[in-house]
């Protein structure tokens, strides 16, 4: 299980943008997370990708819970969670092709051959051909760069799956080749899945459950 217990969040322990939050995604579950612009999605969702400490509550995965975010976090915590963000450009170093950009998790520790042998086996799982692979960011599109962050996150083959708005800014038919690219991924693996965003219809489709911000926050003692 990924839990989220009571989680309170955000970026002025005075004025907390999450507060006491509470949230499970169950292995193979997809989990849709609904609510307004603003409302601190994104902040709970760092939270689950380890990215952001929170101010109280409790994060387990699969039972352990969590001490550490960020570059501190253990490895193998660090790698069952993959994330996937709204804007690529901004997860993307403009200096790497394609190839190492998706090659990031591995760059400590694998070794070369399983780096290119993992690259060409995922690529064209999330529709990237082989001469995308050798340019940088600036000479591709956001559909296609947001392919490439989406491949970075399923390299280590994370056992769940975080996707904050990740098909935001694409049109109709990336978005769709995105989300079926991860719920073939799942099919494969049985990963749990956290989709953050605004759009009801999609969000609906994509996953087995959808749960509203208002809904979370309303069984706040006092409000
Ligand atoms: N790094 C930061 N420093 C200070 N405040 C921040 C920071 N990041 C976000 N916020 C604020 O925290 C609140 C929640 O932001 P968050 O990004 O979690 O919302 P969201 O629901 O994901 O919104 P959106 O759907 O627009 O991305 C907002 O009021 C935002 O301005």
Redesign the pocket.
Known sequence: MLELQAITA??DRKAP?VRNVTLSVAPGESVGLL??????????ARVAALLHRPDAGTLLLDGDPVRRWRHRAPRAQRTAIGVVF?QPRLSADPRLRLTDLIAEPLRATGRRDEVRERVAELAPSVGLTPDLLDRRPHEVSDGQLQRACLARALLVRPRWLICD?MTAMLDASTAAALVAAVEEYRSATGAGLLA?G?DQVLLGRWCDRTVSWEKLTSTEPGE
């Open positions: 955000g970026y943008v609510g307004p612009s603003g409302c601190g999605k994104s902040t709970l709204q708005e953050v605004h």
